[in-house]
């Protein structure tokens, strides 16, 4: 035990389990019949992100009441249970702007303070074709600039 946490370097696989908590008690979650969980087996290897060593989890219905959701992190003898924040919707966000002013035939940034890995983000205008030349994986990104 003590050789484990000496070694701060995760250890393969690395197991990420969603589990429900409903009255303290923990149960994991399935979509399909199937446990909601993530098996990395080995490091990503270069050109991959580290990023790939992570776990998201899609489509999870949001919960009611007192429920909330546990991630259980299991990598060699070190096994933690990470709560997961309630993000909730987001209806309207601060937006960041590159200018105080728009002016014609000068590039414009704007910007939320979320992650686009994390929130399925879509860029609107009005007029609705104010974003035509913006490509529509740039509208998922959480800046744009046009």
């Known amino acids: 035990m003590w050789k484990c946490l000496q070694d701060r370097n995760p250890k393969y696989p690395i197991t990420?389990?969603?589990?429900k908590v409903s009255a303290g008690t923990k149960?994991?979650?399935?979509?399909?019949?199937?446990?909601?969980?993530?098996?990395?087996?080995?490091?990503?290897?270069?050109?991959?992100?580290?990023?790939?060593?992570f776990a998201t989890f899609n489509n999870i219905p949001k919960l009611t009441g007192g429920d909330t959701y546990e991630v259980k992190f299991e990598s060699g003898c070190l096994d933690r249970w990470v709560p997961v924040p309630d993000f909730g919707i987001l209806t309207s966000l601060y937006v960041r702007t590159s200018a105080?002013?728009?002016?014609?035939?000068?590039?414009?940034?704007?910007?939320v303070d979320l992650p686009d890995t994390m929130y399925d983000i879509q860029w609107k205008s009005d007029p609705a074709n104010a974003l035509d030349r913006v490509s529509a994986a740039d509208l998922k990104r959480s800046s744009i600039t046009f």
């Open 16 to 19: 990420y389990t969603l589990y």
């Open 100 to 111: 105080t002013q728009a002016c014609f035939g000068t590039p414009l940034t704007l910007s």
């Open 27 to 53: 149960t994991v979650v399935t979509q399909g019949g199937n446990p909601v969980r993530k098996v990395v087996t080995a490091p990503p290897v270069a050109p991959a992100p580290f990023s790939d060593a």
